[in-house]
């Protein structure tokens, strides 16, 4: 899928110096950031469905990603990663949130497309068997399970974040958590 991507448009030049992507961005724009969203309404600087690609962002342009509760509304997730590793520059940082499976929001919300577990985002690193489906790489520097604020989710929140696969297969039903917080890196193409 990689091979059949094109570069793509430039940026206007008011937005060249942008060098943050807010991608799905909503009603939460970033003013230092180049925003985009699939709505018009939500005045994003850049209006893409980012279900088709190639998106009409440069190559090679970006230092830092937010994917904040963007990427389960897509219809492909190699797609999507691939496509925000082509528009980052080698080492950009790409924050993503996403609901965590257990959560009831994941379900709830009928644009949900897909639902995301501790080790989903492994796929397109070098921590997982299954790593076939791209040849683009990221670096997990940062993992985090994140439960709704209580008492007795802060113990849960410790455990299951030093735990991930036995809270996952054991205990997720149980003490669902809310949201799944990546950090990665974009590295180079070898």
Request: glycine share 2%; aromatic share 14%.
């Amino acid at each position: 899928m990689l091979s059949e991507l094109k570069p793509v448009a430039k940026l206007p030049e008011s937005l060249q110096q942008r060098t943050t992507l807010n991608l799905g961005c909503g009603l939460k724009y970033v003013s230092e950031a180049l925003n985009v969203d699939v709505a018009a309404e939500a005045n994003p600087d850049v209006v893409q469905d980012l279900n088709r690609v190639p998106w009409s962002l440069p190559s090679d342009h970006f230092r830092d990603v937010l994917a904040f509760d963007v990427i389960e509304h897509l219809d492909d997730f190699i797609a999507t990663m691939e496509e925000i590793h082509r528009v980052c520059r080698a080492g950009a940082l790409v924050r993503v949130t996403v609901p965590h499976f257990s959560c009831a929001n994941a379900f709830t919300d009928p644009t949900h497309r897909r639902l995301f577990g501790y080790f989903s985002f492994d796929y397109v690193t070098d921590q997982s068997e299954m790593q076939h489906y791209t040849t683009v790489r990221f670096k997990k520097q940062y993992s985090r399970l994140m439960f709704y604020p209580s008492l007795v989710n802060k113990l849960v929140a410790r455990l299951a974040n030093r735990y991930p696969t036995a809270y996952e297969r054991r205990w997720a039903w149980i003490f669902p958590a809310w949201y799944l917080y990546f950090e990665l890196q974009v590295l180079d193409d070898e």
